[in-house]
């Protein structure tokens, strides 16, 4: 008997494909494939290929005995769903992100897997493995750098051509998929904003929904966010920027970090608090800072830090956590409770473009979201509207 535990793979798509293959391949030592399920039978194929069982029904493999846990890589709806219904069968599960389209929705997973503490739930937020990322948290954690003053976010490097939008009927749809760029290209960084810098309490937003693409949902979007100390956020994302920026930016009452192309990292440190260091400039200060001749390296040092990234690593080490985390052995890396972060974060950006006012994120109006959201599902003509 082999002590790994056996993944059920629901959907073999892109994400699924890839996932197996890892496995297939021993780049996840404690983890196997236990087996895949497909709505599409011609899967089966690959399922025969790697030697595991194949089903066309979720419910079938989740009761079949095949399989310790399940990865969820389906259309983000059913993602709910598929990990109650996991859950409820004694199955720990994995779901992809979002973890909900709504809160409403996402909430009710939430809330059924903290009834089943036994359970491992945990969501893909493979991006928190980063070890940039997982640096910059530290020292937020650590609190050596003081409290957010301000955080930005430019993510706008996710350039998907017409073609992309027309390449399946549920895609870039409200009935279908529930947004655009909110909920396929940022989630990771909706989650990695708020898992360094904390939640926001309120949101204002303009979103522009099929600007420079034929699509119903949001193809960019600005958003503007305050903090519960008073610090203040923006994160500005689209899918029609050819060239693309990627560009963090984090400042702290004794510093700033600056991460670029989520490569390069430029931590500054200042020697005191900026507020005292603003107290104690005499004129003669002042007049050296507006003549260029004042030497800052009295006041910072600054350090440049790179990064190398390994194609697939950081999923590999999502699924080793996950394994590891039902094995008793650690704690996971993104529990799936976090997950309603992002969802809230983005509920309340469509929600504030919408309304054309100030959201209260502490305080969410989930029912109107789901109204006006099945407004505009209802618009659509082609899917159930959602409850």
């Not at 399920?37 to 979720?58: H, S, T």
């Not at 940022?186 to 937003?205: I, N, S």
């Not at 949001?218 to 519960?228: M, Q, R, W």
């Not at 900026?274 to 800072?289: F, G, P, Q």
Request: proline fraction near 3%; charge should be negative; glycine fraction near 10%.
């Amino acid at each position: 008997m082999s002590n790994k535990l056996r993944l059920g793979i629901i959907g073999l798509g892109a994400e699924g494909g890839m996932y197996a293959d890892f496995l297939n391949e021993g780049r996840v030592p404690n983890m196997e494939i236990g087996a895949i399920c497909d709505i599409l039978p011609e899967k089966k194929e690959k399922a025969d290929e790697y030697g595991v069982p194949f089903y066309a029904d979720y419910k079938e493999l989740i009761t079949s005995g095949d399989v310790d846990a399940v990865v969820t890589t389906v259309p983000h709806y059913l993602h709910p769903e598929m990990g109650i219904y996991a859950l409820e069968q004694g199955i720990h599960a994995l779901v992809e992100k979002p973890v909900g389209v709504y809160t409403k929705q996402a909430n009710e997973l939430i809330d059924y897997a903290a009834s089943k503490p036994e359970l491992k739930f945990g969501v893909f937020f493979n991006q928190r493995t980063n070890q940039l990322y997982k640096d910059i948290k530290a020292i937020m954690d650590s609190g050596e750098l003081g409290a957010l003053r301000h955080t930005s976010w430019i993510i706008t490097t996710w350039w998907r051509p017409q073609g992309y939008y027309n390449q399946s009927a549920w895609r870039a749809t409200w009935g279908g998929e529930g947004g655009g760029v909110l909920v396929n290209q940022a989630p990771h960084q909706l989650d990695l904003w708020q898992w360094m810098c904390g939640t926001p309490e309120r949101v204002f937003a303009r979103a522009e929904y099929g600007f420079k693409r034929d699509i119903a949902v949001e193809d960019e979007v600005n958003a503007l966010v305050s903090f519960p100390n008073g610090a203040t956020g923006t994160f500005i994302t689209a899918t029609h920027d050819m060239v693309g920026t990627d560009r963090l930016e984090i400042l702290l009452d004794k510093g700033k970090i600056v991460v670029e192309d989520s490569k390069k990292v430029t931590i500054t440190r200042l020697v005191e608090n900026e507020e005292i260091l603003s107290k104690d400039m005499s004129m003669e200060d002042v007049k050296l800072l507006f003549t260029g001749k004042m030497d800052m390296d009295k006041y910072m040092t600054t350090e440049v830090k790179e990064y190398d990234s390994v194609w697939g690593q950081q999923h590999v080490e999502v699924l080793r956590n996950f394994a590891a985390a039902v094995a008793g052995e650690e704690e996971l890396l993104a529990p799936g409770s976090d997950g309603i972060n992002g969802v809230r974060l983005a509920n309340g950006i469509h929600l504030s473009s919408w309304l054309g006012k100030e959201v209260d994120l502490v305080n969410f109006d989930e029912e109107t979201y789901l109204e006006e959201l099945n407004k505009r599902i209802k618009a659509e003509g082609k899917f159930e509207e959602r409850n």
